[in-house]
């Protein structure tokens, strides 16, 4: 072989093993944006569970507050998008957090070891999806960054490897208004 033939041979080598090592590395971190929210939805699926058991306990004391959770409970189905599934579990997570705020209107309530349990609870898993939200996040924002920046951009093109969404609080869980001191 020639000289030419050599440094062609050694370019298209190392072309191709840049190439799989790169769609390797993106393949890595699209399955740990998976594993990331598989936990999140661990959670989540915690969380629906407890939802019917205190709305049933809320039932006997507080009217208002009840429809407010039976509309949680009713959007908890969710989308068929990851991006509609993110947006609709953070409804619910304002919907819950309003209620929670909103008992304290109701002492015979907030007495009920029933409740009180169950809010234990719902405070429990709602501290573990804030902590998967952010491993979720972290992992996503490592994932579009890569799929975004040279030369991984031009593999993830090739592989069909596309930036996915942020989970991010809603427009109405931004609002100071809201905020409690």
Do not use: W
């Not at 399955?31 to 915690?46: G, Q, W």
């Not at 919907?95 to 719902?122: C, H, N, W």
């Not at 890569?146 to 942020?166: D, I, K, S, W």
Request: glycine content about 4%; overall charge neutral; charged content about 25%.
């Amino acid at each position: 072989m020639t000289i030419p033939v050599l440094i062609l041979v050694a370019v298209v080598a190392i072309g191709l093993v840049s190439f799989i090592a790169i769609y390797n590395s993106l393949v890595s971190l699209r399955n740990k944006v998976r594993e990331a929210y598989s936990t999140m939805d661990v959670f989540l699926r915690k969380r629906h569970d407890l939802i019917p058991m205190l709305v049933t306990t809320v039932k006997g004391y507080a009217a208002h507050e009840v429809e407010t959770l039976e509309n949680v409970t009713a959007r908890r189905m969710g989308g068929e998008t990851l991006s509609a599934v993110l947006d609709t579990e953070t409804r619910i997570s304002y919907a819950l957090s309003k209620v929670m705020v909103s008992v304290e209107g109701y002492p015979d309530l907030k007495a009920d070891t029933t409740f009180l349990d169950l809010q234990r609870q719902i405070v429990k898993v709602e501290d573990d999806i804030a902590c998967a939200r952010r491993y979720y996040n972290g992992s996503v924002r490592e994932y579009n960054n890569r799929c975004e920046t040279v030369p991984y951009n031009f593999v993830a093109r090739l592989a069909g490897h596309r930036a996915q969404p942020m989970f991010r609080a809603a427009d109405d869980e931004r609002s100071v208004n809201d905020i409690v001191f």
